[in-house]
Antibody
């Protein structure tokens, strides 16, 4: 069955960096675009980034552009989110998600998420 | 910056019908935005109900339907049930890889 398992979340100080991972299994990972979505405590969903099936196209939300970078390693069935210059407002549960089609943020599978806390 | 708007809260009686909407801070929502609707109960991952305006995800009952109403995307729930009480999110595809979620609607069934 399809599984998406995030890891790498931690408590970090503002300005620091962190890399999140999403291990995928149960499907042909290299055939799908993949997304990161986050949810701050008690808040709504926020789309973060998407990457094409082969990693050639990447798009990021304005709120994280130039600070976060999405990437993937299809040989390892793993999706990444490199986060730098972290701010308090980046505190959230970060989840990876498989889209139903293309780049649209409509998903059929979500991971359970990994918590990133940015605090001094 | 494009803002996707949703009603912060809505209430419906059991068995009743409710329509939640999803708009844009400027401009109209059309099928070209591929509106999608998800719901989320506390502590759970979201579940997609509707995508590409009006296509139901696998296993979603037909009392959930999507449409364009005027200048907004809409999610209509007919025959509301207690377990429909949830947070509902729409998301629009703005093009060039960019998607934006609305702020969510907290639906109460009482």
């Amino acid at each position: 069955q399809v599984q998406l398992v995030e890891s790498g979340g931690d408590m970090v100080q503002p300005g620091r960096s962190l890399r999140l991972s999403c291990a995928a299994s149960g499907f042909s990972f290299s055939s799908y675009a993949m997304h990161w979505v986050r949810q701050a405590p008690g808040k709504g969903l926020e789309w973060v980034a998407v990457i094409s099936y082969d990693g050639s196209d990447k798009y990021h939300a304005d709120s994280v552009k130039d600070r976060f970078t999405i990437s993937r390693d299809n040989s390892k069935n793993t999706l990444y989110l490199q986060m730098s210059s972290l701010r308090a407002e980046d505190t959230a549960v970060y989840s990876c998600a498989r889209p139903l089609a293309g780049f649209y943020a409509a998903f059929d599978f979500w991971g359970r998420g990994t918590l990133v806390t940015v605090s001094s | 910056q494009t803002v996707v708007t949703q009603e912060p809260s809505f209430s419906v009686s059991p068995g009743g019908t409710v329509t939640l909407t999803c708009g844009l801070s400027s401009g109209s929502v059309s099928t070209s935005y591929y509106p999608s609707w998800s719901h989320q109960t506390p502590g759970q991952a979201p579940r997609t109900l509707i995508y590409s305006t009006n296509i139901r995800s696998s296993g979603v009952p037909d009392r959930f339907s999507g449409s364009i109403l005027g200048n907004k995307a809409a999610l209509t729930i007919t025959g509301a049930q207690a377990d429909d009480e949830s947070d509902y999110y729409c998301v629009l595809y703005l093009g060039s890889g960019i998607s934006v979620f609305g702020g969510g609607t907290k639906l109460t069934v009482l």
